[in-house]
């Protein structure tokens, strides 16, 4: 897919309204989460199963599933059960971080999925990587574990494991990505992620029938909040940095990355009281600016090779 900065001065302005706005749905989500009482897979099964319905909805409401975008479902069925899968193991392991660090480290760790993705792509694309992405990834990883061990000094074991989790679910993220770069394409939206969304909730299901944990929440602040965490961070986050993807370079949508870390400690500093320490600052400094010399380095090759997008999703 061929895509290209805007025309004019108030288009830029409108995409960047509209990528402040994804940043702020997507930065709900870990407070929304944090706000849950039930179990963290219970919290996936549930998101995942609104977050279908919603588009689905919307992809009837706009005549989406026509039988050419259903063929190529039929066609690559295989494939989009997977990225479901691994969409249902990033959401569990991530959620599952949430309960067990603050709001702001498992985020910022997560959100790590640009280094895992350039990695993925050099390995599974063959899409070399340039000096410069190479080093930004060495300081993200030196982040990472600096941020790690602040974590295990400040809270113990609990917290250096909800880290690691975050990582793992920031590489299922990029695993996501690079699936949903090659099988999205040609796809409505609203189509891919309904069978996405759909095929990640009857695996949590299922992850859940063999753990023995009940998925029938009838509580009603429980279930509003299942249905914020489909409409908000979901259908208003990340399928609205899906639509922007046809309107800038992907590089631009991908940096939005670094705002949602801020996004979510600013919240839990709010709404939960987690203020984060002077080396948990550093630490998320390092980090973000490991990720900031990578999509550098991935938007000037796009510029040299304007069909390249590591996470056109």
């Not at 990695?119 to 790690?148: D, H, P, Q, R």
């Not at 992907?250 to 009281?273: K, Q, R, W």
């Amino acid at each position: 897919m061929e895509v290209y900065p805007p025309s004019n001065e108030s288009n830029q302005v409108k995409v960047l309204a509209i990528l402040v706005f994804s940043v702020a749905m997507v930065s709900s989500a870990s407070i929304l989460i944090r706000f849950s009482h039930s179990e963290p897979l219970v919290i996936v099964f549930w998101r995942t199963l609104y977050g279908a319905i919603v588009m689905a909805s919307l992809g009837i409401a706009r005549k989406d599933f026509k039988k050419e975008e259903r063929h190529l479902v039929r066609k690559n069925w295989y494939w989009l059960v997977v990225i479901g899968i691994v969409l249902s193991f990033h959401f569990s392991t991530w959620f599952t971080s949430l309960f067990m660090t603050t709001v702001a480290a498992s985020v910022v760790l997560v959100n790590t999925s640009p280094i895992f993705t350039a990695i993925l792509s050099t390995a599974v694309l063959g899409e070399s990587l340039g000096k410069k992405s190479w080093s930004g990834i060495l300081v993200a990883v030196a982040g990472a574990a600096f941020l790690a061990w602040s974590d295990w000094e400040a809270v113990g074991s609990s917290a250096l494991a909800g880290d690691m989790l975050a990582l793992l679910a920031g590489l299922f993220l990029a695993v996501y990505f690079i699936g949903g770069r090659k099988y999205a394409k040609g796809l409505p939206i609203s189509l891919y992620t309904t069978s996405i969304y759909l095929t990640a909730s009857v695996v949590t299901l299922a992850q859940c029938f063999l753990l023995g944990i009940n998925v029938i929440v009838l509580d009603t602040i429980e279930i509003l909040i299942f249905i914020a965490l489909a409409i908000f961070p979901t259908a208003l986050g990340h399928s609205v940095n899906n639509y922007l993807l046809t309107l800038v370079p992907a590089y631009v949508v991908s940096a939005a990355v670094l705002g949602e870390p801020i996004g979510a400690t600013l919240l839990a500093a709010i709404f939960l009281g987690e203020i984060p320490t002077l080396q948990t600052f550093v630490g998320f400094g390092i980090i973000l600016f490991g990720i900031s010399l990578v999509l550098v380095d991935i938007a000037a090759r796009e510029r040299d090779t304007p069909n390249l997008s590591l996470d056109d999703s």
